[in-house]
């Protein structure tokens, strides 16, 4: 028989997942348990919010989806700001939070929140689990939604009982490239010509340019082209510093 819980951190070190951030509370102590007999380190942070921040920050540098953990109620919400954070900036990340369980519990609706219900309009997927059968798949489809375009965070909700509970041995669903969208050779075409017809060319990176798989071929576009470039507040650090073609960043004040 398998553990619930280790049947989710399985999955998570089947999707390649090294660290995670977070905090451990009554409700997640099964899943930390399952996490120190693991591969993954469990870095702790002081608040919940600054673990979300972590996971998001930790998705946008390596383009894998950073991973937090919290307990339920108020742990869970404060990563909502987190969660906002990764949505607008296109950061894929995986939150985990803890919840009472789901079928039967003694506490009435001390601290229980809908997580799932608040979580819903600041991430691209929001489930409970509610079945140990369905931890490899919810698992694997958590990673694929928040790592394929447009990346953003992904929320599941791991109740108590349902980690502590024993189920057959359940096969992981095997992980796979996520594909990305490509331009056709005719857009491409378009989109040369129009920039070398371009009598002064100026070039706006956003937040999908200071992505780790674009910015090497971003940055050596413009170093080879030598057209000047402005950023957005999200696309900061998309070419290495100290050329004079950065013409600074925009949208910093409303005469920008």
């Known amino acids: 028989m398998t553990k619930g819980s280790d049947l989710f951190v399985a999955a998570l070190e089947n999707e390649g997942v090294e660290r995670i951030f977070g905090i451990p509370g009554e409700e997640n102590l099964d899943i930390v348990e399952s996490i120190r007999r ?3 380190q469990l870095i702790l942070t002081r608040h919940e919010q600054a673990a979300a921040f972590m996971a998001a920050t930790y998705g946008r540098l390596t383009g894998k989806a950073g991973v937090c953990i919290t307990t339920l109620g108020p742990g ?6 987190g969660s906002a954070y990764a949505l607008l900036g296109a950061m894929p990340m995986i939150m985990i939070t803890g919840q009472k369980g789901i079928l039967s519990s003694r506490q009435a609706r001390f601290q229980i929140v809908d997580i799932v219900a608040a979580m819903k309009p600041l991430t691209k997927l929001s489930r409970q689990i509610v079945s140990p059968k369905m931890i490899p798949s ?3 489809e958590a990673f694929r939604v928040a790592q394929e375009e447009r990346p953003g965070p992904v929320h599941l909700e791991l109740p108590e009982d349902i980690a502590a509970a024993e189920c ?4 992981l669903v095997p992980t796979h490239p996520v594909e990305l969208p490509l331009a056709s050779p005719g857009a491409l075409d378009r989109a040369a010509l129009m920039i070398m ?8 990176f956003g937040a999908a340019a200071s992505r780790p798989r674009v910015t090497p071929d971003v940055a050596q576009f413009v170093l080879r082209t030598q057209i000047p470039y402005f950023t957005t507040q999200m696309g900061k650090g998309t070419v290495p510093g100290g050329t004079e073609l950065y013409m600074g960043t925009a949208a910093l004040s409303e005469r920008d």
């Open 38 to 40: 693991s591969s993954i």
């Open 76 to 81: 869970a919400l404060n990563l909502s700001t």
């Open 138 to 140: 919810l698992v694997r």
């Open 168 to 171: 057959e041995p359940i096969a």
């Open 197 to 204: 017809e371009a009598r002064r060319p100026l070039l706006m």
